[in-house]
């Protein structure tokens, strides 16, 4: 079974412009999580879509916004990029079962690495 | 809120031989998730093993076991027969359950660079 795509792996922007990444789970998962990891702040999570509803959200302003399609794939939008935004920012997927075991478990992509000049 | 510490910013090993890798955190829920995660220099995470908190047997994976305390809320990993492939960033976590709402995110420690010498 493939695993969690990424694209683009690697991105540079300019301040104030927005960016959109782009997140396919492993296949049959339904829940797509996305976390930014920096050197400083380390592994934040952001938010967590479920059947196309945003389910859970992290303390990021609100430039930071993500959807998720009928087919699971998630998208993650931040506007009006800031220096501060550079970060591997890592998606996340699982099937988010309700009985436990390996459901619960988040099953990580290779990540976007952004860098905003 | 939880709180997961690794105290270790780095650790070293010789190759074959056994290293642990401590966390601790802090929780005032009886039931979660714990998960030792590993980041090489490709920057994919991947899971190593994971603990569920109302299992009192040690998770084990190959070559990877924990120690889990529940009492003194510490989640240990221990890496037997290193080899270099082992040498990464290793991320302690921790989740609620169940798995809705607010319970879905992870949430990490500052993670421990492990570095193994041949």
């Known amino acids: 079974k493939a695993g969690v795509t990424q694209t683009p792996r690697y991105l540079i922007k300019t301040r104030g412009q927005q960016v959109t990444l782009s997140c396919s789970p492993i296949s049959g998962h339904r829940s797509v999580s996305w976390y930014q990891q920096t050197p400083g702040q380390g592994l934040q999570f952001l938010f967590e879509y479920f059947s196309e509803t945003q389910r859970n959200k992290g303390n990021f302003p609100g430039r930071f916004s993500g959807r998720q399609f009928s087919n699971s794939r998630s998208e993650m939008n931040v506007s009006t990029l800031e220096l501060g935004d550079s970060a591997l920012y890592l998606c996340?997927?699982?099937?988010?079962?309700?009985?436990?075991?390996?459901?619960?478990?988040?099953?990580f992509g290779p990540g976007t690495r952004l860098l905003v000049l | 809120a939880q709180t997961v510490t690794q105290s270790q910013p780095e650790m070293s090993v010789q190759e074959a031989e056994t290293v642990t890798l401590s966390c601790t955190y802090d929780t005032s829920e009886s039931d979660y998730y714990l998960f030792w995660y590993k980041q090489p220099p490709s920057r994919q995470m991947i899971l190593v093993i994971r603990q569920e908190a109302y299992k009192q047997q040690n998770a084990t994976e190959n070559r990877f076991s924990v120690n889990f305390q529940k009492a003194a809320k510490s989640f240990s990993l221990k890496i037997s027969d290193s080899q270099l492939g082992d040498a990464a960033m290793y991320f302690c976590?921790?989740?609620?359950?169940?798995?809705?709402?607010?319970?879905?995110?992870?949430?990490f420690g500052k993670g421990i660079t492990l570095s193994v010498r041949p």
């Open positions: 976590a921790y989740r609620s359950t169940p798995y809705t709402g607010a319970n879905s995110k992870l949430t």
């Open positions: 996340a997927s699982s099937t988010r079962g309700t009985s436990g075991g390996s459901q619960e478990t988040q099953y």
